[in-house]
């Protein structure tokens, strides 16, 4: 058990290590080319970057998910090259409604493609919806990647009329005749009891599917039958 715990203490600690070198990455590019740049794979630049690291708080890049309460690595708004947010409205917290959506559209399972999606939603909610921000709270992946979207502490655009009092949390891909994979649905499962943890969902939430609160098939009938059986679950 002192050897899991040991383990588990080194892999955050190795993650928290990489989530800094990719922030002070970004901060590195945004200086060197004046904006934020979407390839910054460049070995060059990672090394480039480590000669910043007393440059920052510790405190500043410690992303919400690393301060405990069992929560799933989430990938922040920087680090998936999320346009800035143009919304200003803050959620009341803690929510009583946690909605699942399906994205309607391709699926992924890899984080360099699940990212391509993410990003191509927030374009399509911002520049054709008109929207302030990518609509959803939280976005998933097939592979278990968990996208920060508007977060915890900011109303999402996802379930009229449930937007204020709810988190929504959406898994790319269309699951209208499958499931989506067991890694997408733990870390559904996982956000929501991240969510519990921090006060930011009641304990007591209700758990809907979108098609439960507007005129929608979403989140497909194959993941909706799921969801049914989750725990909270409210038709
Ligand atoms: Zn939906």
Not at 143 to 168: C, L, M, Q, Y
Not at 177 to 185: I, N
Request: with cysteine.
């Amino acid at each position: 058990m002192a050897m899991k715990g040991l383990a588990k203490r080194t892999e955050r600690k190795e993650d928290l290590r990489r989530d800094i070198d990719t922030l002070k990455l970004h901060s590195l590019i945004g200086i060197l080319a004046g904006t934020c740049s979407d390839n910054i794979e460049a070995a060059k630049f990672r090394v480039a970057s480590l000669a910043f690291v007393g440059a920052f708080k510790v405190s500043e890049l410690v992303p919400d998910n690393k301060e405990g309460g069992g929560c799933p690595k989430i990938i922040s708004r920087s680090a998936w090259g999320a346009h800035a947010t143009k919304c200003s409205t803050p959620l009341a917290t803690p929510v009583a409604n946690v909605i699942i959506h399906h994205s309607a559209g391709p699926a992924c399972n890899n984080r360099v493609k699940c990212t391509t999606i993410v990003k191509g939603i927030q374009r399509y909610h911002m520049d054709t919806n008109k929207w302030c921000d990518i609509g959803y709270s939280f976005v998933v992946g097939e592979d278990g990647s968990v996208f920060e979207g508007r977060g915890w502490k900011k109303i999402g655009t996802h379930a009229p009329p449930f937007n204020s009092k709810s988190i929504g949390i959406c898994v790319l891909g269309t699951f209208t005749s499958r499931a989506p994979s067991a890694a997408a649905q733990n870390a559904v499962k996982s956000l929501i009891k991240c969510g519990i943890s921090k006060g930011f969902i009641r304990h007591n939430y209700d758990l809907r599917g979108h098609r439960n609160v507007g005129q929608t098939s979403c989140p497909g009938n194959s993941f909706y039958k799921i969801i049914t059986k989750w725990a909270h679950f409210k038709p």
